[in-house]
């Protein structure tokens, strides 16, 4: 009897293990990693946004086991205040201009956004694309264009759709998002010296009840299977890694 | 400090100072002033990338290959210069891994390739740098930009012979410049 009670005890703790195992992580994202998050792993749980807004949300004890931002600022400042783990950096990209296929403002370089009137659609400041589009922009001397915004979006999956959509005449986006939508819109290069240093972070969230799966899932996205499903959605290596 | 560390710091502020008055103005930059340095820093490493691969493809002789050093050379300092306005003036500076250099397949396969892409670079960072000459908000920095134009000339004469040489060589704005160039940027 005694046996059969500590066999089941046994039991019990392994089943209580593999079920805590088997629990999805909750990863907060930068939306301009949805589809390949999804695609590299469906079982784990997902929040996607904005990094300025996943930020204040960790700050705030919201209960996330990952965080994965598009600008290492939000990962840095929550590290300061132990809130992640350290960041890693584990993939880049560019910045791109889109226009609706239908290109109604008749836009065909960056420059064409001083010359002519357009409906331009940006993130805000705070978003990290919107940084990096105004990175852009003041390195090629077009900080003027910003009085053509009609609209700044709280994150790059909404610019991406209001362009799609033809409710703008162009907007700033990652380069991985505009091949999301190639059918609807045309992509128009932004010269290599001016393309801001678009770095993803990522790191365990310090209040994270599931640190070491966490961290085993992190490991497992720089591994090469991870940065192999980053470039089939066109996200670009680390630069010196 | 001994004397003569004393000294030789003291030259070397000195000679800083004088070397680069662009950086006393730069709070006052104005954003086509920062174009022009971004453009023209980035480029810089692109040339720079080029002299080092053609001095390992050892195509021309112990004169070209002197100037093809001494054009390695120039394009670093050029670089930083504007590197340092950059980065005076607040702005992030480009870095060589910023880039994926990359030079058509047969450039450096023979002298006839890689002279033609190193003239074209450096026409294109040339006209650049005349246009920067005359548009620049400050006269230290159209004096710098004056400067790295006949620098740039100096080493499209050394490349390409006296054939190279240009009465009225062509100012180019940047966005023609840009497409010259984007090719090899990667």
């Known amino acids: 009897m005694k046996v059969l ?51 204040t949300q960790i700050r705030n004890g919201a209960p996330a086991d990952i965080f994965a931002s598009a600008a290492p600022l939000n990962t840095q400042r929550l590290f300061r205040q132990n809130l992640v783990g350290k960041p890693v950096t584990f993939t880049s990209n560019r910045l791109a201009l889109i226009v609706p296929k239908s290109n109604p403002a008749g836009i065909r370089s960056v420059y064409d956004l001083r010359r002519k009137p357009v409906k331009l659609v940006i993130a805000g400041a705070a978003v990290p694309v919107g940084g990096y589009t105004r990175t852009v922009l003041r390195r090629m001397g077009l900080s003027s264009v910003l009085s053509k915004v009609v609209s700044q979006e709280t994150d790059v999956r909404a610019v991406t759709g209001k362009v799609a959509l033809g409710q703008a005449d162009a907007g700033f986006v990652y380069v991985t998002d505009a091949r999301a939508v190639a059918d609807r819109v045309t992509v128009i290069r932004i010269p290599a010296w001016a393309q801001p240093r678009v770095r993803y972070e990522i790191a365990v969230v310090s209040s994270s009840s599931k640190k070491a799966a966490a961290q085993a899932w992190i490991k497992t996205l720089l591994s090469a299977r991870g940065q192999a499903a980053l470039k089939e959605y066109g996200f670009l290596p680390v630069p010196g890694a | 400090m001994d004397r003569r560390r004393f000294v030789l710091a003291a030259l070397g502020a000195g000679s800083a100072s004088v070397a680069a008055p662009w950086l006393g103005s730069a709070g006052a930059a104005t954003e086509d002033d920062l174009a ?145 160039i984007e090719r090899y940027l990667g």
Do not use: C
């Open chain 2, 36 to 180: 022009f340095a971004n453009f023209g820093a980035s480029t810089e490493l692109l040339v720079r990338d080029f002299y080092a691969k053609a001095i390992d493809a050892n195509l021309v002789g112990a004169q070209t290959t002197s100037a093809l050093k001494h054009g390695r050379s120039a394009a670093g300092w050029h670089a930083k210069a504007q590197s340092d306005l950059l980065t005076s003036a607040g702005d992030v500076a480009p870095l060589p891994e910023d880039f994926d250099f990359e030079w058509p397949l047969r450039t450096f396969k023979t002298k006839a390739a890689m002279m033609a892409a190193g003239l074209a670079v450096l026409r294109a960072l040339r006209g650049v740098y005349q246009t920067a000459a005359a548009m620049a908000s400050e006269q230290s920095y159209r004096v710098l930009y004056a400067s790295l134009a006949a620098s740039v000339s100096q080493q499209i004469v050394a490349l390409g012979g006296a054939a190279a040489a240009e009465p009225f060589p062509v100012a180019l704005d940047i966005e023609s410049a840009s497409d010259a």
């Open chain 1, 5 to 55: 009670a500590a066999l089941g005890a046994v039991l019990a703790i392994l089943t209580g293990s593999a079920r805590a195992q088997s629990q999805p992580l909750t990863i907060y994202a930068a939306a301009s990693l949805t589809d390949v998050f999804r695609a590299f792993d469906p079982d784990q749980r997902y929040s996607f946004s904005g990094s300025n807004a996943l930020e």
